[in-house]
């Protein structure tokens, strides 16, 4: 069996209509997130806390592997994919004092840690 893969992310989508969420959409949600502002990949990135399932979905504000990346672990995209890099790294500071055992990150594999931890470790891999 042959595998053809396609690459989609150049052709355009149409968004009809964007509407600005709030904390009671959110909270109706399975898992109750809570929205984390992390300003910087984009101006209006936002990681996700499911505070009862102590997980955080972090977005592409900290990931864990990447195509263009030597490494594997904590880290931060590659600067050029970031709109404002200084801010994106401001941003992890939101993510100080959440509690949550397993972070799910935009690219590479599940982190089993605090997101303190995992910010340390990643601002140990790409310093400011």
Known sequence: MRHVLTVEGTKGTK?????IWTTQQLSALPGAPVAV??????????AFHLPDAKVLISGDALISGHALSTTTGAQMLHPMFHHERQQAYQALTAFDGLDADSILPGHGK????????????????NPR
């Open 15 to 19: 968004v009809l209509e964007a509407k």
């Open 37 to 46: 502002p992390t300003p910087g990949h984009t101006p209006g990135h936002s």
């Open 110 to 125: 599940a982190l089993h840690c605090q997101p303190a931890e995992a910010v340390h470790a990643a601002l140990a891999r």
